[in-house]
């Protein structure tokens, strides 16, 4: 996959997220990262439910996190996310977000997800299938879909 | 500091904090990690209400945090945290953090925290004042107190 | 305050949302009512923050809060919520809410809140001040606006 | 059941607990309603997955839930947590909450907990069988375990 694919939704800041110093409380934003992912799905026709159903996938399980805060922001902000995906490794993938407001960076960060899916009662690390990629490409801000799966990333 | 300081606390994983994948939903973790962290303050005596009271500071907020998801974890799991600072620079510091279950690692993963106070209504980044590293240093695990405040790293 | 005055909004349910059982950890639908009467605030011109800066209020606290779970949801799932207040009383008001997902009713509940601002250092419970009242009837879904403020019930 | 069977456990809100107005966001009183009777289910040897692969329920879905504020807590607070059940019903039974903080009562509550399982690939309402009722019995703070299980309260 050559072309990177993307997708952009929004979320508001609201009371419940933010902390007695008036700005949202950080695990709250890797909330809509994953938020985020799980809109993506949606738009692609996918759900958690349905590659369970489909792939015998159980979540898709989260390897790594990371994210970088610039500016706070606080109760009733909008959001803009974006989460972009450069390349699929054969059984992980990196998900790149930027979180915006009226076009200032707050928030960056990634998560590295997994494909496991339970093989004889016991979770196994798997190929991840092309149409998974196809479906999210289907639903990329950007026209070009995915072209190839590349090897993990170490 | 040469010697690092750290501070030991426990966690239960709770079934409100799993998803439907029957595993901790991963935000939850920088949950624990913000939490170890307030743990610590107050067996050293502080909390941020006595840091605002005191030196003037709004909670103190997170530039970047990362985790690297080892294992999983579930309703019922008992989590040992512990938190590790190896230096602090003047302005921020930053926190490790290793989340292990019957002394098998699960996460870890590290917090980079600012000193930010309110100065004529606006928030700036303030040197770390000694005391409050004194302060962690007497709840340490450790028995040597820190020795010297570093530059940041970059 | 004859007529009711209400308000609508929209939420989605999201994978961190649901608990192993996959469906929505009920505590969520709290979080769903506080900030139904968030958004409504906002429509209103208002927020948490300018309460504190116009009125001196610190939140508006909740003095009771009650719910009745009929139908379960999970996610992906679109709730619409409701809430409506019939009358204001002096120092307090009740907020009722209803959350249908294509026009089947899923909970039903309510919230009392309390005006309750700092005076001398001390929180005290105040009247609610009139230009409050028709702010939120300014956003009402209905036309007439509030008419009177009734006694407390008990 | 003529002796209504209870247990004790305790909590601290944590600094992502509370809201900008200092105070806990409540809906995290309902996660301690519900965290309180999984450490009851822990102590009685059970869990929620234990349930689902002795008796095939699948969670304990919250059918009510009430909570009456009285005084607020924040950052820091050690709650004591106190569930009582008083009679069990058929299909149902309701759990009486109390969080105390050094004895003063802060708030009260309740929730109606149902005993559904799958049946067939469909949720069904079912008794709730004796060895539940038993269990937690076992591990209650008073002595006498409960003798009967008495209708279902309207």
Known sequence: MDTPIS??????????DCDPARIVFYPHYFYWFDT??????????LSQALLTERHGVVGTPILEAHAKFLVASTDGDRLEAEARIETFGPKRFRIDYRLTRNEQLLVEGWEVRAWVAKVDDRLRSLPIPP?????????????APPAVVRPDRP
Do not use: K, M, P, Y
């Open 7 to 16: 997708f952009t939704t929004e979320f508001t800041v609201e009371w419940g």
């Open 36 to 45: 985020c992912f799980q809109h993506w799905l949606r738009h692609a026709g």
């Open 131 to 143: 149409e998974f990629v196809a479906a999210l490409a289907s639903a990329s801000n950007d026209a």
